[in-house]
């Protein structure tokens, strides 16, 4: 059976008159009847807002920044008032919309989002993609990708071996309205260049030795959706050719003759060199490049956006652990600063691949330090200990990123190194001393496990009850915050 597109309606208190069930042949309709709108199901297909007043509620702005690229259209009823110029100003800022009149006949399945004025991903949508975008060059990359998702240009990548080239051509694609159909990639430098040719075109039987049945080729298993071309540069001339043919006539010429085949998608390229050089030498068809860089995206080398190095491992530690089905571990603090330091010639790949290693190795530990990162300081010819190199059991007055300590951790004074405590002549106060050392162990795994008060406890070998009650009887954190939180 067919799934139908999903279609979510926010009524904002409107009587729908019906019209749900109406649309139901060709929608999947779900209906929020709430005086203000909440945010639609993640597999919404278009999201109808009915724009009954004159500005839209403020709450839409916060929504606005977790749809992405998901098309919106604003409905008004047949009898409503026209807007005035204002209204319609203020309900076009919020993004990607577009104006309908809601009736009997149901909205129409493949609305696209504007390409124009759109909003940013936001925070957990780029992670859902496998991207950081905190930097203001990742910034740019992401809006990019927005703008090239809503149509069906085609987009050259361009950047470093390692940046994440696939993976914002993967995010073009779930982000469009053609995510539900094919996502091929190729990567033309793996592929002989004899066949080279017959792998993305395909061939009809007997164009040569061992062709036995007409193979449709890549272009036409993409049909529909998005092919991605990665190290587009490698491409023989005669291939060339063939691709300027497909972005220029929309059509595929299998090998053997045959009638052309037209094709409908989205082609994205990628390439680690310079390929306006390869013009200039005569490698690269200086008509083809023009053809491919409708919309360049110029993918920032991970050296030169070290601020999103910290969320970056913190997501591939999270990943990683999850794929090799260990026990959730944690960043020490004075990883961070180290992480940050380094050159990173493999970029975000290995970045990934170091986090990875120091996953498996690290056994049953539930922290990783910066001794399971030495071999990255060795291989780059850095120092990886040192005098300055803070000790893996005291928390650092170093760089924590704030988006992964709550709001009641970041209040949290820092605490001070380990005690090595003499009794002084005049004696001391022992119950104060100890109720200090508490708290100072209770800090530093709170600011190792960045807040997370359970696998804090499990540092400490407490039940997490036990941790809580520590934390209020030390005035760290109320007993509501500190459940809210847990």
């Given amino acids: 059976m067919t799934q139908l ?17 109406r649309w139901a042949g060709l929608w999947d309709v779900t209906v929020d009847r709430g005086a203000s709108p909440a945010l639609p199901p993640k597999d919404s297909d278009l999201w109808v807002i009915s724009a009954k007043g004159a500005w839209p509620p403020p709450e839409m702005n916060r929504l606005m920044a977790e749809v992405a690229a998901l098309p919106i259209l604003l409905g008004l009823k047949a009898d409503a008032p026209p807007m005035d110029s204002k209204a319609l100003t203020e309900w076009g800022a919020l993004g990607s919309v577009r104006w309908g009149v809601l009736g009997p006949e149901p909205p ?49 990548l361009l950047g470093e071996s390692g940046t994440g080239k696939e993976v914002i051509a993967r995010a073009i694609h779930r982000m469009s309205a053609d995510a539900a159909e094919p996502f091929v990639a190729v990567h033309c430098g793996a592929i002989p260049e004899n066949l080279l040719e017959s792998e993305l075109f395909g061939y009809n039987k007997g164009a040569f030795t061992d062709a036995r049945k007409d193979t449709p080729g890549k272009f036409r298993e993409a049909q529909g959706g998005t092919i991605f071309l990665d190290e587009v540069g490698t491409m023989p001339l005669a291939a060339q050719v063939r691709l300027l043919r497909v972005l220029q006539e929309r059509e595929v010429q299998p090998l053997g003759g045959g009638a052309p085949v037209k094709v409908d998608l989205r082609v994205v390229t990628a390439s680690n060199v310079d390929l306006w050089k390869k013009v200039q030498d005569g490698s690269f068809r200086e008509d083809l490049f023009y053809r491919l860089e409708v919309v360049p995206i110029l993918m920032p080398p991970l050296r030169t956006r070290v601020e999103e190095i910290p969320f970056l491992a913190q997501h591939f530690l999270n990943r990683k652990a999850r794929e090799h089905r260990l026990y959730p571990k944690a960043l020490h603090p004075s990883v961070d600063p180290l992480l940050m ?18 996953i498996v190795l690290s056994g049953t530990r539930p922290v990783l330090t ?18 300055e190199a803070p000790a893996p059991n005291v928390v650092p007055a170093a ?6 300590v709550p709001p009641a951790a970041a209040s949290f004074p820092p605490p001070t190194a380990a005690f090595g405590v003499d009794l002084p002549p005049e004696g001391m106060d022992l119950n104060q001393v100890v109720s200090d050392m508490e708290k100072t162990l209770m800090l530093q795994s709170l600011a190792i496990t960045r807040g997370n008060k359970k696998r804090a406890a499990d540092l400490l070998g407490l039940k997490r009850t036990t941790f809580l009650e520590k934390m209020k009887r030390l005035d760290l954190e109320d007993a509501d915050g500190a459940e809210a939180e847990a």
């Fill in 5 to 21: 597109p999903r279609l979510h309606w926010s009524t904002l208190g409107d009587d729908t008159g019906g019209l749900e069930h």
């Fill in 108 to 156: 129409m399945p493949g609305l696209r989002p504007r390409s124009g004025n759109t909003t940013q991903l936001s925070a957990s949508q780029a992670l859902a993609f496998g991207l950081i975008g905190t930097s203001p060059a990742m910034q740019e990359v992401l809006a990019r990708a927005r703008s090239a998702a809503a149509t069906r240009a085609t987009v050259l």
């Fill in 341 to 358: 330091s380094l050159p990173w010639p493999g970029n975000v790949r290995q970045l990934e691949n170091a986090i990875e290693r120091a």
């Fill in 370 to 387: 910066r001794e399971d990162f030495t071999f990255l300081a060795d291989r780059m010819g850095l120092p990886s200990s040192g005098a």
């Fill in 399 to 404: 760089f924590v990123p704030p988006a992964f």
